[in-house]
C-alpha cells in the first residue's frame, strides 16, 4: 500500500459544481494533512492543512478529516476554470517527515 | 517579498559538470527541503536540513549529490558530474519546525541536462 495515495484523474468538474479530492494514507501515526495546488510548471502553493478531525473550512475550499478511515479530503465549491490544476495531498507520518501523493489532475470544464 | 527564493530559475548544464542550486528560506523558516521532481511525476523528497545540520538525507542519491545549509548564506544542493537523468525541476521548502509546521515551496530551479 502507498503512503499517500490519490486518483491521478483527470478529474472534470463542470464550472460551478463541488469538486472533490480524495486522499488515503497508510500511517495512522500521522497528525497533519496538507493540500498542496501546482499549476503546470510551477511550484506548488499550500492551500489548507488541518489537524483535527472534522472538517476545516476556508473561502471556497474545506478539508476533511477522518483519522479513523485515514481518509482526507478536498472540496472545492462552485468551481471556476482557474482552479484546473493539480492537488497535492500531503501527509506528516509520525517520524515527522512529509509525504506527499502523486496529486490529481483537476479540470474544470466552462 | 519574504517567499522562498532559488536561483537560478533555469539552469543549462553539460553531462559531467556540476550543477549548484541556492535556496533561501522564508524570513524566520529555520528549516529547509528539497524536492525533485520529474515531469508528470510526484514530488520526491530528497534531503532535509537545519542550520549547519543534515537532519535527513534518506531521499538522496548515495553518490555525486549534496547539501548544505550554512550558518550564513542560503542553502545549496549541489549535483556533481551531471547525467541527462538528473534533468528535473528542483523545489526547495521552507517552515518553522517539523511535523505540523506547513512548509511552503520556492519557485523552483529546472535543471536541463544536455
Known amino acids: 500500500q502507498k503512503e499517500v495515495e490519490q486518483n491521478s484523474g483527470p478529474l472534470s468538474v463542470p464550472e460551478g459544481a463541488i469538486a472533490s479530492l480524495n486522499c488515503t494514507y497508510s500511517?495512522?501515526?500521522?497528525?497533519?494533512f496538507f493540500w498542496y495546488r501546482q499549476y503546470s510548471g510551477k511550484s506548488p502553493e499550500l492551500i489548507m492543512f488541518?489537524?483535527?478531525?472534522g472538517d476545516k473550512e476556508d473561502g471556497r475550499f474545506t478539508a476533511q478529516l477522518n483519522k479513523a478511515s485515514q481518509y482526507v479530503s478536498l472540496l472545492i465549491r462552485d468551481s471556476q476554470p482557474s482552479d484546473s490544476a493539480t492537488y497535492l495531498c500531503?501527509?506528516?507520518?509520525?517520524?515527522?517527515?512529509?509525504?506527499f501523493g502523486k496529486g490529481t489532475r483537476l479540470h474544470i470544464l466552462p | 517579498n519574504a517567499g522562498v527564493m532559488q536561483n537560478p530559475r533555469h539552469l543549462v548544464r553539460r553531462r559531467g559538470q556540476e550543477a549548484r542550486l541556492r535556496c533561501s528560506p522564508m524570513?524566520?523558516?529555520?528549516?529547509v527541503y528539497w524536492y525533485r521532481q520529474l515531469p508528470e511525476e510526484g514530488l520526491k523528497f530528497m534531503v532535509y536540513?537545519?542550520?549547519?545540520?543534515?537532519?535527513?538525507e534518506s531521499g538522496m542519491p548515495k553518490e555525486r549529490f549534496s547539501a548544505e545549509f550554512p550558518k550564513e548564506g542560503p542553502s545549496i544542493l549541489r549535483i556533481q558530474q551531471v547525467v541527462r537523468g538528473d534533468s528535473a525541476a528542483y523545489f526547495c521548502?521552507?517552515?518553522?519546525?517539523?511535523?505540523?509546521?506547513?512548509?511552503?515551496f520556492g519557485p523552483g530551479t529546472r535543471l536541463t541536462v544536455t
Open positions: 500511517d495512522r501515526g500521522s497528525q497533519s
Open positions: 536540513l537545519q542550520k549547519e545540520n543534515i537532519i535527513d
Open positions: 521548502a521552507s517552515s518553522l519546525g517539523t511535523g505540523e509546521y506547513e512548509q511552503y
Open positions: 500531503a501527509v506528516n507520518r509520525r517520524d515527522d517527515k512529509i509525504i
Open positions: 488541518i489537524y483535527s478531525n
Open positions: 524570513k524566520g523558516h529555520s528549516h
